[in-house]
């Protein structure tokens, strides 16, 4: 048997037939998916996170469909929320022209009501949310510098300082919180009684000596710093330990 010489007319012919088959794109790997009894060969884009595993009813049936990603926004007086979540998907055989190419479904809200987003229409949206993002953070910032000024007392010893309790000639600024449980250990800034400017890392929630440290020298605040820190390693090491546990 001689291997047919292929003509010019021949490899036109081949070609055009080329061009009617979708091409595999870089990325797509080939996977045998099970559609009624039958093993069927399709390409999977590198974005399809779909194990294809299922039997399919009918090749119409299998989607390509990559990771979900949302934003998680707070609710009243609830858990949290999914907000603008999104993945990529295509329907390479069911025969609608605007699926049958990757686009992205996109809820705006977890209702399961999903909108389908060409490319060009991805990046429109895209723009807005940062277009709104801007206007959310600047709205954010006109509500801090409305907020009501802390009226300094005469002779305020502590920058910042809230004015809370003046009836007690103290001064003070809350610098941070870490919270416990129902407590917190708080980091302030305080002057009591007239008293000078000192740091103080407490709790409210420790029965007898509620000052984990009260000070004026710096290099006692930096070293209690570096106690937490080191402390903090030791938390990330449990957290090691307890996955090699496994
Ligand atoms: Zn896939
Ligand atoms: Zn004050």
Known sequence: ??????????????????????????????????????????????????????????????????????????????????????????????????????????????????????????????????????????MALTVSNAQPKPQPAEGCRVARCDGYFHGEDTCSHVLGKLPMGEGAIDVELVSEQGGPVQAAVFSMDVPCDDNLLKTSDPAELTALAAKFRAFADTIDRAAVELGGQA
């Open 1 to 138: 048997m001689s291997t047919p010489k292929l003509t010019a007319e021949s490899a036109n012919k081949v070609r055009g037939l080329l061009a009617g088959i979708p091409q595999q794109a870089s990325g797509d790997r080939r996977r045998t998916i099970s559609v009624r009894s039958s093993a069927v060969t399709i390409d999977c884009p590198a974005w399809c996170t779909d194990p294809h595993a299922e039997t399919y009813r009918s090749l119409e049936d299998v989607s390509h469909r990559g990771d979900q990603i949302f934003m998680t926004v707070p609710t009243y007086n609830g858990p949290t929320e999914k907000a603008l979540i999104a993945y990529i998907s295509q329907w390479p055989f069911a025969g609608d022209r605007a699926t049958a190419v990757p686009h992205m479904v996109v809820e705006t809200v977890n209702d399961g009501d999903c909108v389908e987003l060409n490319d060009s229409e991805g990046i429109a949206l895209s723009d807005q949310m940062v277009t709104h993002a801007a206007a959310f953070r600047s």
